[in-house]
């Protein structure tokens, strides 16, 4: 049956025409709303004319026949579901028209119930990848109000390999420093997966104490401890069809560990104090500011579960390396701050205070951007804010003292060599920066990072 609160319009075609008409009068009779022609000309200017919700159509038809038809139909209304009829002499033809694209073909003679069943599947399918776009075009359109900036090749990077893995189920496992939007690249994986409709479920594995994250992570059963006076399924279960994140997995402890690469191993979860086992049908997206390899060497983390978890690892980088992306994360988060605080003078940052932003490391990275212009905008005491305002605590101070020289006395051309690599790290990679800062041209800054690599 149709969905009542649409009525799908169905056009039918057939070159005997009141075949075509009296299945038209026997879909109206079970909700739909249907136009009976002759020619796959007149279906296909139907379909390009008005909203058309489904395409039945025969097969075998002078001139535009129904292959040709099912090809037009579907270049004009990419998901348009396409229902064939044909005889049973034209069986090859028909497994030709679902290899183009049909939804199902039926084998004339046949009743009336079963194309209202093929129909019905073949609408509801429809829909729900039309509601499935919609959806992930919202979730896409939440990230980006939520302040993903990508301009930066080091973010359009990161953003470029989400986007391809984003249709599989496989592990992500996401690396970078705290405060660099680790969560809120996760939520984008997730909004541009297929499995978007689902839910997002969010733990961070440095928050609990081993014992209370297992029975997060997995569930309990009535009277597995003190205090377990009912039974809980866990956020494993609450994440079935949709993806669980694992934040900070670095900090978990090893005998979980051994729990969580069982779960991943055999897609199944048993409940602290259960000797039941549950299947889980969940994507496992983890993030870390840890370098999860030295851990393993330390003996902190497993290095069989590290496989498991990196099949796609992904370098979200820190914000001192993704300057470009500055100004209008700048602007996103003076906006939202203002509109949090509508009694604040501030509107806009003063050019001082941008130049001050390219200028300071950053090293709490976006989460410390976005406290830095909340500040601005509580403190600001006029329409443009300061820099000053933003009463970071690692700012250089005006009138800082001279540089500090001690050890041996080296030849200057070393010194030039080692001072261009630390002012190149220092501005996050950027070259063209690095050489404006220092004074010189790229070519000049390459030739000393050239002479220190030959060293």
């Not at 292959?67 to 348009?80: F, K, M, N, Y």
């Not at 079935?240 to 991943?264: H, S, W």
Request: charge should be neutral; charged fraction near 25%.
């Amino acid at each position: 049956m149709p969905d009542r609160s649409h009525t799908p319009h169905v056009v039918i075609v057939d070159d005997k025409l009141e075949m075509a008409e009296m299945l038209a009068d026997g879909l109206a009779e079970h909700g739909f709303s249907a136009s009976a022609v002759a020619t796959g000309k007149q279906a296909l200017a139907r379909i390009e004319a008005e909203p058309v919700d489904a395409l039945v159509t025969d097969l075998r038809m002078p001139g535009m026949d129904g292959i040709e038809l099912l090809t037009a139909a579907r270049r004009a209304v990419p998901d348009l579901p396409v229902l064939v009829m044909t005889a049973y002499g034209a069986m090859e033809t028909a497994i030709e028209s679902i290899r183009r694209g049909a939804y199902h073909y039926l084998t004339k003679p046949f009743k009336l119930d079963e194309l209202v069943v093929y129909l019905g599947r073949a609408l509801d399918e429809s829909r729900v990848r039309r509601e499935a776009r919609t959806l992930r075009k919202s979730l896409r359109d939440e990230a980006t109000k939520a302040g993903i900036v990508a301009k930066s090749p080091a973010m359009r990077a990161a953003l470029d390999v989400l986007a391809r893995v984003a249709p599989s189920d496989a592990p992500v496992l996401l690396m970078g420093p705290t405060g660099a939007g680790k969560g809120l690249l996760a939520r984008y994986l997730h909004a541009e997966s297929g499995r978007a409709r689902g839910p997002f479920v969010t733990v961070n594995c440095a928050a609990l104490p081993e014992p209370l994250l297992e029975s997060e992570l997995f569930g309990h059963a009535k009277g597995a401890f003190t205090g377990a006076t009912t039974r809980r399924s866990g956020l494993f279960a609450e994440a079935e069809g949709g993806t669980i994140f694992l934040d900070e997995i670095g900090e978990m402890a090893p005998a979980l560990q051994a729990k969580l690469l069982d779960v991943l191993e055999r897609r199944v979860v048993r409940p602290v104090g259960s000797t039941k086992e549950a299947p889980i049908d969940v994507r496992i997206v983890t993030a870390t500011h840890r370098d999860l390899r030295r851990r393993v060497a330390e003996g902190l983390f497993r290095e069989d579960l590290l496989y498991r978890l990196d099949v796609v690892p992904v370098n979200v980088p820190p914000l001192r390396e993704r300057r470009e992306d500055l100004p209008e994360l700048a602007a996103d988060l003076l906006a939202k701050a203002r509109a949090r605080h509508p009694t604040s003078r501030v509107e806009r940052l003063s050019r001082e205070c941008m130049l001050a932003m390219l200028e300071y490391p950053w090293p709490g990275n976006v989460r410390e951007l976005a406290h830095a212009v909340e500040r601005l905008v509580l403190l600001g005491r006029g329409a443009e804010a300061l820099f000053a305002d933003a009463a970071l605590p690692h700012a250089a101070a005006e009138g800082a003292p001279a540089p500090h020289f001690a050890g041996p006395v080296l030849p200057l051309r070393e010194v030039q060599q080692r001072y261009a690599r630390w002012a190149l790290a220092e501005l996050g990679g950027n070259k063209s920066r690095t050489a404006e800062r220092l004074g010189i041209d790229v070519k000049t800054l390459a030739k000393y990072l050239a002479d220190d690599a030959s060293e």
